[in-house]
């Protein structure tokens, strides 16, 4: 009698999960009647705080691994250095040889303005909690003062990375210049030249293209081709050589990464500045919600994903800006609002006077070699309060979904490059086989 009470109350317990069974073999039978059918689409759309490795590996092996190994430019001696540096470690192992659980990594992207970089590896050497991460540099290509000044960092992991096919690295070939290059409005039919113009008339300038390629090739890097970012599920910021980051600004995106998923559904991403970059912030009690900022933002792998996903809309769109190229093109294609989540006051500052390729120009880019954004005490500890409702902003001046571009990205072979920069890290070298 008491065997029987026993195992009918088994049974009981199992006719209890029973439907709990059932909906997870239904649920593993859709995953793969999805990846049999290849719905990308259907994959893709998710919550933007939802990370899911076994989407990304199958992401990887389904959606890219049939696709043709890319063919890229002959490198040169020196682009052929840098790729190998690239697999280089992390240095500053022996100050700081743990890195914090649930740490969001840095990215910072730059060009050629060491007056720049030195101002902004300062303001970070003073960021609370700076010491927990690692912070990557992505290199437009080599220049020896930039790189002096990344190696004297101390505070913090660093990772080097050197984009190989930075159009200075190719003095007579593309990506840089060819002989035989069709040169600003020049007539293909009368000059017999080489290249397409873009939707003004105007023909590649390899310093203007570079602003988009180096973006793309650092983003593929960051999230799809280094080890250090392999088991990396949380969100990464990027910030720029122009971007003077406050003390508070680690601590508070760790805030706002941790409160979007609760606070804003529609939040992709979240930022250190407003999307206007000349606003200081609003100074409410409140959230903000708006479009993604170009200074200081954050997002996590499966928003990466979203974007790769868009590589041919990325690629194609004639733009030489990568920012603009996400506001008209990338983002409005995914059917629905997509917002970034930041605090009332500004935790980063776009600065100075030069443009991106303007380089060196002694005294032209900084007062004095200094900068001043207006920093007050408040902006050195953490305000934001996640007790704050938070304030949507519908609609906003800017670049916007239709806008049809400024140009500068007409000629096949830089859509080409930029489209085997989507692929570099997902496809099998066939021949090999």
């Not at 293209?209 to 280094?226: A, C, E, I, Q, Y």
């Not at 670049?399 to 500068?408: A, I, L, P, R, V």
Request: aromatic content about 12%.
């Amino acid at each position: 009698m008491g065997f029987y009470r026993k195992s009918r109350g088994k049974d009981a317990g199992f006719r209890r999960m029973l439907p709990l069974v059932l909906a997870v073999l239904f649920g593993t039978l859709v995953l793969v009647y999805l990846l049999r059918t290849n719905t990308l689409s259907r994959l893709i759309v998710r919550s933007p705080d939802e990370v899911d490795e076994s989407f990304v590996s199958n992401y990887n092996t389904v959606f890219l691994g049939s696709r043709e190994k890319p063919e890229f430019p002959k490198q040169t001696e020196l682009s052929v250095l840098l790729e190998k540096r690239n697999q280089l470690p992390s240095r500053n192992l022996d100050l700081f040889p743990n890195l914090k659980k649930d740490h969001i990594k840095i990215v910072l992207y730059v060009h050629n303005r060491p007056q720049y970089l030195q101002v902004v590896v300062d303001s970070l050497s003073k960021v609370e909690g700076i010491g927990e991460t690692l912070l990557i540099v992505s290199h437009d290509g080599y220049f020896e003062e930039m790189n002096k000044i990344i190696e004297s960092i101390r505070f913090c992991q660093v990772k080097q990375i050197f984009a190989p096919y930075s159009p200075h690295l190719f003095p007579d070939s593309f990506p840089g210049v060819s002989p035989g290059d069709c040169q600003e409005k020049d007539n293909l039919s009368v000059k017999n030249c080489k290249g397409n113009a873009d939707q003004y008339g105007h023909h590649r300038s390899p310093k203007i293209v570079s602003l988009k390629h180096h973006w793309w090739w650092m983003m593929n890097t960051v999230w799809d081709g280094l080890d250090e970012m392999r088991r990396h599920m949380g969100h990464v910021l990027f910030i720029e050589e122009d971007h003077f980051i406050f003390p508070n600004a680690y601590r508070s995106l760790q805030l706002l990464t941790g409160l979007k998923e609760k606070k804003c559904s529609d939040c992709y991403a979240a930022n250190l500045a407003p999307s206007d970059v000349t606003s200081k912030g609003e100074g409410w009690d409140r959230l903000i919600a708006e479009k993604i900022g170009n200074v200081g933002y954050a997002f996590n792998r499966t928003v990466w994903r979203k974007i790769h996903a868009r590589a041919k809309e990325f690629c194609s769109f004639d733009d030489y800006n990568w920012d603009i190229t996400m506001w008209a093109t990338v983002y409005p294609s995914w059917g629905t609002p997509v917002y970034t989540l930041r605090g009332p006051r500004r935790s980063a500052a776009h600065f100075g006077k030069c443009g991106l390729h303007q380089g060196q120009e002694s005294g032209t880019c900084i007062d004095n070699g200094q900068v001043n954004v207006g920093m007050e005490e408040v902006d050195k500890v953490v305000n934001i309060r996640p007790d704050w409702d938070v304030h949507v902003i519908r609609r906003q001046a800017g670049y916007q979904g239709g806008f049809k571009g400024w140009g500068g990205w007409g000629d096949e072979r830089d859509r080409k490059l930029c489209l085997d920069f989507a692929d570099m890290y997902h496809v099998a070298d066939k021949s090999a086989n």
